[in-house]
């Protein structure tokens, strides 16, 4: 019995979806015993209503049965299904609810024209299907005895009336086969020529370095900037690559940054760049020891006569040194983000607008051109590639530099009135980094200076001709020249240019007898032509160490690191363009190289190519290190080497093989970190390129926050985090200046600072002392707002009640505060001077990692009230660069706040020096029950489906509510007062941070409010001065930290 059950509750299942032909009326008692009822052919054609929607009047059973024969091949079925599963099943399938009941009737006329149209598409459907003769038809339609298997390949054996028929469906079948794209299999997919082409094809969009697939294999890629570059390696070496930075040497490609040329004589140059600069923010392009050549110079580039506002970003510059050519030769290096910008404002200072010139064209910049020698046919060598009409296939070629560029795109562009030229270097020279102690060894064994050519070798290359191919090029003068290295063969020619080889050679022999980089001048720019380094390489990777018993010559070390090098040693022929394209275009393959080796008479032998052997010109510039502040002076240093294109892995496989760890993006932001400066993009807050980079990463982090369930992420809310994902700098330094402007800075002096003022203000000092004993209550009243003084008296309480609309008091109305973010914009004080002069004020009392220092140059202006009020004056929206050690444990992380410590928080630090913080009250969330309501309300309204789509709507509801998208845990407006919304005032925010391996404590590095700067100075005692509390966006804690200016 319960097997009947079974089956009767499977066939309900089955047929409970199934559309009813026609019912029987709901009347008759035997309808639904019959077996008759829920069976129906589907159909979705509008014009079966014309027999189930006619007059409603119900016939009699026999009628109904009547219609019902009309309708065969249901009705039979039906009976068929009924007799086989019994003759009760309706009736106990009624009982129990398996059958629908309908309420439709039978109609009494059927129109025959509209039945026939509404079959129509079934009946040529079918037709279709049976008349269509699929791939083998033509051999089912013979008899199974005379079928045979060649037939399928063979046609010849297919009777003769049969075959017509079978050549036109093998046609059709082969012509679908030869449409359909086959994905070819993994063999056919490495081999060289359909590898090389599909790397080309995916290197459109996102340029590769000439490393990147040695990159690829090794490190985790990411897309930016327009190039697809190497962020940090697969493997464990956070650790492994700063200890390599400190000790030995840390490698990373900045082939990515862009070279911008400027061509034109010196006056005019200068002249043009002078306004994008001023020398009160340090180096200038028209510095003596830059403008000779000799030394790489660094600087933030302003708009046109726009400083100290309006930056465009850091950028390294390097002259030429003087030739006999009028003209002079300016390279501009600019990180990729910041290109655009800056070629923008260069074309417009230099008035380069009026005449583009395009790209030259091949003829003309790669002048140099291989001819093959026709070799006799070799039985058993590979086959050459050809095409169906059997001429030859021309292979895919390496895309070398920036060959993704479309040709018609233009790379010059000249002024005819000022006669200057602006070049696109870009990917035109590689530019490799060597970071740490022993660069120097990597550097002299990985690179060696090349052979000068005799005589009789310049003899023997002027009337013997390569066996393998010629190369013709063209000099400055018009004249053709033959030979493989004729350029090097002219240069040695000149008595001069020998003898300024073997000086930049000894030059190079001196660097492996000084321990660091860093005592070298800054900046010192070294030429030199050497030979090919693959020739050089060790058999197994090895460790680049000095060699004590090599002799060293102290008195010349001595000279270099007090002089640097000499500005005729910085010549290169790297400057030349048809210089660098003769040297890329005859470079040996390193299927040539491999083949020489083969033929070694003793395996394993330096290859020794003599005269055929490539020369290379290339750059050394001293890369300074830690060069602010007086801790870890020259940490980081190292060498750039520039070298042309198409010569990359050349040069980066001999450094790996010498010891050289590889880094990528995070090592680099990390070095620069540890050496105190400002990392680009990320620590530029007013350029165009850091506001987007800004935009950017706070689009991502809150994508990241979204995926995690609200049970999983902090809410910041509680927090006290208006904004956890970016850092409000406009809005922080407008609230700075609205409240100096309403309750002005009434500083106040120590005693130490009294006892420093001369003796010509002796009539002042007893005012000064009865100032000075109210100090710390006009500090308490002043630090904090009245509303924030109601807060602190609350403080005690576990929870903090915050509203939608939380802020100051005493601040203006918003369309004030429209009106005052329109008349300003948010800068970075560059101004050395006052900068060294506010870091002195903040003169560092007691952190780890520091040492007591004094102040060097000369002597330091007074903090007074008078010297404060203009400074504020002159830079009122200004951010402050510093760097907060933290004085106990923590770690500090991007985002973090910086703020102003309370009188109790020092008296506190003062009686338990082991405190750790206060910590800030727990806030209340006033859009939780909201976001509960709203969810409740969406789970209500509509029916069940996926979470991303439920996501969405409860998205597009918030954010008709509130006029931004609602999320649990963050602030849905944007924040009205950053500076008073916490417990402690506000006076910047943490750029990064993190954990510092060279002080062995957590550092942060951001920005400060100078304003707030200065009161948070002016408010401390001396023996307090310039500590500060740092919390994290998702922490309550606080952490003490001293704040250093690092000049």
């Known amino acids: 019995m319960s097997g009947v059950n079974r089956k009767e509750k499977k066939y309900a299942k089955l047929m409970r979806n199934q559309p009813s032909n026609f019912t029987f009326s709901s009347a008759d008692p035997g309808a639904g015993r019959s077996g008759m009822g829920p069976s129906e052919p589907q159909t ?17 059973h026999g009628q109904q049965q009547q219609v019902g024969s009309s309708h065969q091949p249901s009705s039979y079925g039906d009976r068929q299904r009924g007799s086989h599963r019994g003759g009760f099943r309706g009736q106990r399938g009624s009982s129990r609810g398996s059958y629908r009941s309908y309420s439709q009737e039978i109609p009494k006329i059927i129109t025959a024209t509209n039945f026939a149209q509404a079959r129509a598409a079934e009946i040529n459907a079918m037709l279709k299907a049976v008349t269509h003769k699929s791939g083998s038809q033509f051999l089912q339609s013979l008899p199974p005895a005379m079928r045979r298997r060649a037939m399928s390949h063979n046609l010849k054996r297919l009777p003769r009336r049969l075959r017509e028929i079978a050549k036109k469906e093998v046609e059709k079948i082969a012509q679908l086969k030869k449409e359909q794209s086959k994905s070819k299999s993994r063999k056919a997919r490495r081999r060289h020529g359909n590898l090389l082409m599909e790397f080309n ?8 370095l000439e490393t990147h697939i040695w990159h690829a294999k090794r490190f985790h890629m990411v897309k930016k900037w327009g190039y697809c570059l190497g962020t940090k390696p697969t493997t464990k070496s956070y650790r492994a690559c700063y200890r390599a930075m400190s000790k030995q040497c840390l490698l990373q490609d900045l082939s990515y940054y862009c070279c911008l040329e400027l061509n034109g004589t010196e006056d005019n140059l200068l002249k043009t760049l002078t306004c994008l600069s001023s020398r009160e923010a340090g180096t200038t392009f028209a510095s003596v020891a830059c403008l000779s050549g000799k030394c790489q110079g660094s600087l933030v580039l302003y708009k046109a006569d726009q400083y100290p506002e309006k930056p465009l970003g850091p950028v390294t510059f390097l002259w030429r040194p003087k030739t006999l050519s009028e003209n002079r030769q300016l390279w501009i290096w600019a990180h990729p983000a910041l290109k655009m910008d800056l070629l923008t404002e260069l074309q417009l200072v230099c008035q380069c607008l009026d005449v583009p010139v395009p790209e030259p064209a091949p003829s003309e910049c790669r002048t140099v051109t291989r001819t093959p020698v026709k070799q006799a046919k070799v039985i058993g060598s590979k086959r050459k590639l050809h095409d169906k009409a059997g001429e030859q296939v021309v292979p895919e070629k390496k895309i070398i530099g920036n060959g993704t560029r479309d040709p018609l795109e233009t790379v010059i562009w000249t002024s005819l009135t000022t006669g200057i030229v602006i070049e696109d270097l870009t990917m035109e020279i590689l530019r490799y980094r060597l970071i740490g102690p022993l660069s120097h060894c990597v550097m002299f064994e990985a690179i060696q200076a090349a052979g000068i050519l005799k005589v009789s070798l310049l003899l023997e290359m002027a009337f013997c001709e390569d066996e393998r191919f010629t190369v013709a090029s063209k000099n400055s003068e018009g ?39 860093a005592e070298i001048s800054a900046g010192t720019v070294l030429g030199l032509t050497v030979g090919d380094p693959r020739l050089n390489m060790p058999k197994n990777r090895t460790t680049a160490m000095p060699d004590p018993t090599q002799p060293k010559d102290l008195e010349k070390i001595r000279e270099l690191c007090l002089n640097g090098v000499g500005a005729e040693c910085a010549q290169s022929q790297i400057w030349d363009r048809n210089i660098r394209n003769i040297v890329t275009e005859t470079k040996i393959t390193e299927q040539e190289l491999n083949g020489m080796r083969s033929k070694l008479l003793v395996p394993g032998t330096r290859l020794d190519l003599g005269p055929q052997e490539s020369k290379i010109p290339i750059l050394l510039v001293q890369q300074p290190g830690k060069m602010a502040g007086q801790e870890h002076t020259g940490w980081g240093s190292g060498w750039d080497i520039l070298i042309p294109k198409g010569w990359g892995m050349a040069f980066w496989i001999p450094l790996i093989y010498r010891g050289a760890r590889a880094g990528g993006l995070q090592e680099g932001a990390k070095h620069t970190q540890y050496k105190g400066l400002p990392h680009f993009p990320d620590d530029f807050p007013d350029c165009p390129a850091g506001m987007q980079h800004s935009e950017e990463t706070e689009k991502e982090l809150i994508a990241k926050y979204k995926k995690y369930p609200p049970a999983k992420r902090p809410n910041y809310i509680h927090h006290g985090t208006m904004t956890p994902f970016r850092c409000p700098w406009q809005r922080l330094v407008e609230d700075w200046e609205t409240q100096n402007q309403d309750g002005g800075i009434k500083p106040t002096m120590s005693d130490q600072e009294q006892g420093l003022r001369s003796e010509l203000q002796a009539s002042n000092r007893e005012a000064v002392g009865v100032h000075e004993k109210g100090a710390f209550e006009e500090i308490s009243s002043e630090e904090k707002p009245p509303n924030l003084e109601e807060k602190m008296e609350e403080e005690s309480e576990s929870m903090t009640t915050l509203e939608q609309n939380t802020g100051c008091k005493n601040i203006h109305n918003p369309s004030n505060r429209d009106c005052s973010s329109k008349s300003g914009h948010v800068s970075i004080l560059r101004n050395r001077k006052l900068l060294k002069q506010v870091s002195a004020w903040c003169r560092p009392t007691s952190s780890r990692g520091q040492q007591t220092r004094q102040y060097r140059g000369s002597a330091p202006v007074q903090m007074t009230a008078d010297t404060v009020k203009s400074v504020i004056c002159s830079y009122p929206r200004f951010l402050v660069w510093v760097r907060l050690s933290l004085l106990k444990k923590g770690s500090p992380v991007a985002n973090a706040t910086i703020c102003i410590p309370s009188k109790e928080d020092l008296q506190r630090l003062a009686s338990e020096p082991n405190c750790s913080g206060p910590q800030e009250p727990k806030h209340r969330d006033p859009f939780k029950q909201e976001c509960k309501a709203l969810r409740k309300s969406q789970k209500k309204r509509t029916l069940p489906q996926d979470s991303e789509t439920a996501a969405g709507d409860l998205e597009r ?75 994290s966006p998702a922490s309550l804690q606080y952490r003490f930290a001293k704040i250093n200016i690092e000049v």
Request: proline share 5%.
């Open 201 to 208: 094809r995916r290197q459109r969009k996102n340029i590769w």
């Open 957 to 1031: 509801k918030s954010a008709s509510s509130f006029g931004k998208v609602l999320i649990r845990g963050l602030w849905p407006t944007q924040p009205l007062n950053v500076m008073s919304h916490c417990s402690r005032l506000t006076i910047g925010y943490v750029s990064q941070g993190d954990f510092s391996l060279t002080v062995g404590c957590g550092e942060a590095w951001g920005f400060v409010s100078l304003l707030g700067l200065l009161r948070m100075v002016l408010s401390q005692p001396a023996e307090r001065r310039g500590l500060a509390l740092v919390r």
């Open 44 to 60: 979705d054609n509008p014009n079966y209503s014309c027999f189930t929607s006619h007059q409603g009047v119900n016939g009699d």
């Open 479 to 517: 004249r053709e020249e033959t030979g493989l290295h004729s350029w090097w063969s002219e240069y040695c020619e000149s008595p001069e240019n020998v003898t300024l080889h073997n000086r930049q050679e000894g030059v190079l022999l001196l660097l492996p007898g000084i321990a660091s980089p």
